[in-house]
C-alpha cells in the first residue's frame, strides 16, 4: 500500500524555523518527483517545493524562495522540508505528495501531476 506521512508541524514564532519531514513507502519513494503543497483556511492548495528522483533540481514557490529548503534522504526514504524566516502568512496544513511520472512537459508546480498524497501536518506561525 502506498502511504506518506508528514510530521514536524507544530506552532511557531515568526521568524522562526520548522523541519517537516514525509516518510514514504519504497514504491511512493522510487516516484519521479515529490513535492510539498500548503493549503491555509478558506484558501485553495497552493504549490510549495518539488525536488526530482536525484535531488539534483528543485523548484520552489515565489513567496517561500530563499526561506525554505526541500530535499530528500533516498536511502531513508524521507522528504524533507526546512522553513526558516516563517511568516504569519506561511500558516497552513503542508501536504506531501508524489508524482510516479515526470516529463518534459510535466508541471511541478500543478497538484494535478501528483498521484500520491499524505494526510498533511499543521503548521502555525504567530505573529
Known amino acids: 500500500q502506498v502511504q506518506l506521512v508528514e510530521s514536524g508541524g507544530g506552532l511557531v514564532q515568526a521568524g522562526g524555523s520548522l523541519r517537516l519531514s514525509c516518510a514514504a513507502s519504497d514504491r511512493t519513494f522510487s516516484s519521479a518527483i515529490m513535492g510539498w503543497f500548503r493549503q491555509a483556511p478558506g484558501k485553495e492548495r497552493e504549490f510549495v517545493a518539488a525536488?526530482?528522483?536525484?535531488?539534483?533540481?528543485?523548484y520552489y514557490a515565489d513567496s517561500v524562495k530563499g526561506r525554505f529548503t526541500i530535499s530528500r534522504d533516498n536511502a531513508k526514504n524521507t522528504l524533507f522540508l526546512q522553513m526558516n524566516s516563517l511568516k504569519p502568512e506561511d500558516t497552513a496544513v503542508y501536504y506531501c505528495?508524489?508524482?510516479?511520472?515526470?516529463?518534459?512537459?510535466?508541471?511541478?508546480?500543478?497538484?494535478?501531476?501528483?498521484?500520491?498524497w499524505g494526510q498533511g501536518t499543521q503548521v502555525t506561525v504567530s505573529s
Open positions: 525536488i526530482s528522483w536525484s535531488g539534483g533540481s528543485t
Open positions: 505528495a508524489a508524482a510516479k511520472y515526470a516529463g518534459p512537459y510535466t508541471s511541478w508546480s500543478s497538484s494535478i501531476s501528483y498521484d500520491y
